[in-house]
């Protein structure tokens, strides 16, 4: 199966949008709970579409993506 970026429609994405709750494991620390929290959210227009992540554990960093479609 084959992904193109220009296959990719924004409209899709608005399912993403809110806040999302993580509960989740890493090999690299064994029995360790990870605990944290995304949020997606749209800006300029719903021409970008922003990824936050926060997690409630020191040794995983905060993190940020941006998302979009650049016309043609």
């Given amino acids: 199966m084959e992904f193109r970026t ?3 429609d924004p409209e899709d994405w608005q399912i993403l949008v809110g806040t999302w709750s ?3 494991s890493h090999t ?3 029995g360790d709970e990870i605990r944290g929290e995304m ?3 749209w800006l300029d ?3 970008l579409l ?3 992540s926060h997690y409630d554990h020191a040794a995983i960093p ?3 993506a941006v998302f979009g ?3 043609d």
Avoid: K
């Fill in 69 to 71: 479609v650049i016309d």
């Fill in 45 to 47: 227009g719903h021409r």
């Fill in 39 to 41: 949020t997606f959210q």
């Fill in 62 to 64: 905060d993190a940020i």
């Fill in 22 to 24: 993580l509960d989740a």
């Fill in 6 to 8: 220009q296959d990719l």
């Fill in 28 to 30: 690299m620390l064994p």
């Fill in 50 to 52: 922003i990824q936050q």
